[in-house]
């Protein structure tokens, strides 16, 4: 509960644009106490397979992200 408070004031504050101020250990904090809270929430709705990684921007990698409208599946 303190986690997600905690999380809310930070974004209340990065609204109001004064994010910019936080220093480079308070941001790392802010981003462990999300990873952790990430964690806690697929333990809590059973997701036990890891994340699917995100589309690579080498264009020689499986994942590459597809430029070309041409190489995508027709929708049927």
């Keep these: 509960m303190q986690k997600t408070f905690l999380l809310l004031v930070v974004l209340a504050i990065h609204s109001t644009g004064s994010a910019q101020f936080l ?3 308070a ?3 802010i981003a462990k106490l999300s990873a952790v809270d990430h964690e806690q929430m697929k333990k809590q709705i059973g ?3 890891p994340n699917r990684p995100g589309p690579s921007g080498n264009p020689t990698a499986p994942n590459a992200a597809n430029r070309f409208e041409d190489k995508v ?3 049927t």
């Design 23 to 25: 220093s480079q250990a």
């Design 27 to 29: 941001r790392d904090s």
């Design 73 to 75: 599946n027709k929708y």
């Design 47 to 49: 997701i036990t397979v």
